[in-house]
């Protein structure tokens, strides 16, 4: 099971990583289209924050209860 979340996650950060790159510029992430609420920007920043704890638990040395 945690193998099949690791592919799962890895295969959907990739193609966050296609959507960004697809922007022409940075400036373009930040422009907000007509019809769109948030710019595309806004999602990354938020995917990024809510990774940022699930990182450090990995990397964080386990404790004992």
Same mark, same amino acid.
């Given at each position: 099971?945690?193998?099949?979340?690791?592919?799962?996650?890895?295969?959907?950060?990739? &193609? *966050?990583?296609?959507?960004?790159?697809?922007?022409?510029?940075? &400036?373009?992430?930040?422009?907000?289209? /007509?019809?769109? %609420?948030?710019? $595309? $920007?806004?999602? &990354?920043?938020?995917? /990024?924050?809510? *990774?940022?704890?699930?990182? &450090?638990?990995?990397? %964080?040395? /386990?404790?004992?209860?």
């Amino acid at each position: 099971m945690k193998e099949w979340i690791t592919n799962v996650i890895t295969r959907e950060l990739k &193609a *966050l990583r296609r959507e960004i790159e697809s922007y022409p510029s940075d &400036a373009d992430l930040w422009e907000i289209p /007509a019809g769109i %609420a948030n710019p $595309g $920007g806004n999602l &990354a920043l938020h995917l /990024a924050g809510n *990774l940022q704890p699930r990182r &450090a638990a990995r990397r %964080a040395p /386990a404790r004992n209860r």
